[in-house]
C-alpha cells in the first residue's frame, strides 16, 4: 500500500470516527470497519508490529472514546493546521494498522491452508501391519534386552507372516527380531485379564488400532479414561504399541531371577505383554559412546519437542521423561530418530486439560527427582491444589538438552541443582560451540515458572525458523511478516515436492518439516520469531 493509499484510507476512518462521536460508540464503528472473518485462533500481532504502533493497535477503542467527549471535541474541532495535523496522525495510525490487520489475515489465511494439506498426510508407521499376534504363542521370544522398576523386554519375532499394506504376504528371516515385547511386573493386579490391563491401561495410551481385541478394548479402558478409549495418533517420534494381551508368565530368560512370584507359578503369574518395535539403543547410552555434532543435537532436541507437543495435544503428559525412556535409531542418512517410549506413569486426559488434583500425598506426582518440573516438585498437597503438567514435560526436555551436547544434567545428583529451588543464573553454560539459538531455546525451557516457559510447539517452532528459516526473520515489521509467509510457502513446496520424489518417512528432517507445517499456528510462530529476535 502507498503512502498515498495510507493517508486516505487513515483520513477517511479518523474523519468517521470524529464525525460519528457523539452518535454512537466510536470504538464500534472502528471495529466494524476492521472486522474480518474471525480466524481459528485469535492473533496477535507481538513480534512484527512495529513499537511505535502497537498502542493504536491495543488501544484504538480508548483512543476512539476519547475523541468522543466533549472536551477533545471542543479543543480539535477547529480547523486550524494543528488540528488537521492531529486528525492527520490518527489518520496514518489508522492505516497502518488496518494494512497490518489485511497482512495478519492473508497469513493467518495461508497458515491454515498450508496445515490443512498436512494433516491429510497423517504418520503411518513402517512396520507392517499384523493379521494375528494375540497370543504369547505367536512369538519367538530372544534375549532380554532391558529392565526397569515394572516390567523386562525382550527382543521378539512374529511366527506369522505379517501383512502388508498391499495386503501380500512378506518373508521375514528367522535370526531377524525386528520386535520387542516388554513384559509388565504384576505385583498387585490380579490374575484376570480385565483386572490386569485396566490397571496397567497407562501402557496402552500409544496403542495403535486393534492392538487389543475389539470385544475386550472397550470394558478396559473405559474406567481409566471415561465413556471411551483413549485414542493416540500415530507420530515418529512417539513409541507405537502393536500388540496388548495378557498371557501366563513363561520361563523367560532371567524371569526366574528378575520375578521369582511369577515364573515359580505363585500369586499373580498372570501379566500384561505389550509388543512394539526393537530399537537399536536408548538415547542415554548412544550418548554415553557419542558426542552428536550441534547440528544433530538440535535435530534430536527438536524431536523430542515435536514428540512433547504431539502429547499435549492429545491430552497426556508423560511425567516420567528421561533418557532412558528415549529409544533411538538411524535413518538412511545416519541420523538420530527419536521415539518417547514408557508411558507407564503418563497421565491421559480426554479434556487435555493436564491438571491432577493434588489433594493427598498418596497421589503419584510421576517421574524423578532429578527430571521433575519446578511446578509438579514444589506442590503442596491440599483441598483444591492442582498440578499443571501442560510444560512439565518441555521442562524435561530443557534438561536432557545438556545430555545431548555432552553435559551433565544439571538436576541430576545430590551436587546437581534441586528443580524445587534452583534459580535460573544457576544453570550451567553449555559449550560455546552450541548455537545461540539453541541455547536460547534450553533457557527458556528451563525457567521457573511455568508462564514464562514456552510451550513444547513454540520451542519446536525456535529451532524450525533457526534450522532451516532464519533468513527470513530479516525484520519486524509488517514486511518480516509478508517475508515469513512467502517462506512457508516455500517450504511447504519442497516438503511436498521431496515426499512425492523419494520414501516418505526415511528421513528425519523431512519428518520434522512435515510435522511443523501440519502443526503451523501463526500466533505460536509469531510468539517463536519474537523469542528468537528479542529474547
Known amino acids: 500500500m502507498s503512502v498515498k493509499h495510507v493517508l486516505s484510507r487513515g483520513l477517511e476512518f479518523g474523519r468517521c470516527v470524529c464525525q460519528l462521536g457523539f452518535l454512537k460508540s466510536a470504538g464500534r464503528v472502528v471495529a466494524g470497519n476492521l472486522r474480518a472473518a474471525p480466524p481459528a485462533r485469535t492473533v496477535q500481532p507481538r513480534a512484527f508490529l512495529p513499537t511505535r504502533y502497537r498502542y493504536y493497535r491495543t488501544s484504538l477503542g480508548g483512543l476512539a472514546a476519547r475523541l468522543q467527549s466533549a472536551a477533545v471535541w471542543r479543543r480539535f474541532a477547529g480547523g486550524s493546521p494543528r488540528n488537521r495535523s492531529v486528525l492527520l496522525a490518527f ?118 488400532p486393534r492392538a487389543v481385541k475389539q470385544e475386550k478394548e472397550q470394558m478396559i479402558l473405559d474406567g481409566q479414561f471415561g465413556n471411551q478409549p483413549k485414542r493416540m495418533l500415530a507420530h515418529p517420534n512417539v513409541i507405537r504399541v502393536y500388540r496388548a494381551f495378557t498371557a501366563d508368565v513363561p520361563p523367560l530368560p532371567g524371569a526366574r531371577e528378575q520375578h521369582p512370584d511369577d515364573s515359580a507359578g505363585l500369586g499373580n503369574n498372570r501379566t500384561l505383554f505389550v509388543v512394539m518395535k526393537n530399537y537399536p539403543c536408548t538415547l542415554r547410552l548412544f550418548l554415553e559412546v557419542t558426542t552428536p555434532s550441534h547440528r544433530v543435537g538440535a535435530l534430536m532436541l527438536l524431536q523430542l519437542l515435536e514428540g512433547v507437543d504431539h502429547l499435549c495435544r492429545q491430552g497426556v503428559a508423560h511425567r516420567d521423561l528421561k533418557s532412558d525412556n528415549v529409544l533411538l535409531e538411524f535413518d538412511s542418512g545416519y541420523c538420530p530418530r527419536l521415539v518417547i517410549a514408557d508411558f507407564g506413569s503418563c497421565l491421559a486426559q480426554r479434556d487435555s486439560s ?182
Not at 534375549?143 to 525382550?154: D, E, L
Request: charged share 25%; with cysteine; net charge neutral.
Open 91 to 208: 489518520g496514518v495510525g489508522v492505516g497502518l494498522i488496518e494494512q497490518q490487520l489485511e497482512d495478519e489475515r492473508g497469513s493467518a489465511a495461508a497458515c491454515q491452508e498450508i496445515q490443512a494439506v498436512f494433516r491429510k498426510k497423517r504418520f503411518q508407521s513402517p512396520l507392517k501391519q499384523f493379521a494375528s499376534g494375540y497370543k504369547l504363542e505367536d512369538y519367538k521370544i530372544g534375549n532380554r534386552i532391558g529392565k526397569g522398576s515394572h516390567a523386562v523386554v525382550y527382543e521378539a519375532a512374529a511366527q506369522f507372516a505379517p501383512v502388508t499394506e498391499s495386503g501380500g504376504k512378506s518373508r521375514q528371516r528367522e535370526e531377524d527380531f525386528p520386535l520387542a515385547i516388554k513384559m509388565m511386573w504384576n505385583f498387585g493386579a490380579g490374575s484376570l485379564s480385565e483386572a490386569i490391563l485396566k490397571s496397567m491401561s497407562q501402557e496402552l495410551v500409544p496403542a495403535a
Open 354 to 535: 493436564l491438571q491432577l488434583p493434588f489433594s493427598g500425598a498418596w497421589v503419584d506426582r510421576g517421574g524423578s527427582a532429578s527430571l521433575m518440573a519446578p511446578e509438579v516438585a514444589t506442590a503442596v498437597p491440599g483441598s483444591g491444589v492442582v498440578i499443571d503438567y501442560s510444560r512439565a514435560d518441555a521442562w524435561a526436555v530443557g534438561a536432557i538438552a545438556y545430555e545431548i551436547f555432552g553435559q551433565r544434567n544439571p538436576f541430576d545428583g545430590a551436587v546437581g541443582l534441586e528443580s524445587r529451588s534452583y534459580e535460573e543464573k544457576q544453570l550451567p553454560p553449555l559449550p560455546a560451540a552450541v548455537p545461540a539459538d539453541v541455547q536460547s531455546v534450553i533457557r527458556l525451557l528451563l525457567r521457573r515458572k511455568p508462564s514464562k516457559r514456552p510451550s513444547a510447539r513454540v520451542a519446536a517452532d525456535m529451532l524450525h525458523l533457526s534450522l532451516w528459516g532464519r533468513k527470513a526473520l530479516v525484520g519486524h515489521d509488517s514486511a518480516g511478516m509478508r517475508k515469513l509467509a512467502d517462506w512457508l510457502l516455500c517450504q511447504s513446496a519442497v516438503v511436498l515436492l521431496r515426499g512425492c520424489s523419494g520414501p516418505k518417512g526415511d528421513s528425519v528432517e523431512a519428518e520434522l518439516q512435515r510435522c511443523f507445517l501440519s502443526n503451523l499456528e501463526l500466533e505460536d510462530l509469531r510468539t517463536a520469531a519474537g523469542f528468537l529476535l528479542y529474547g
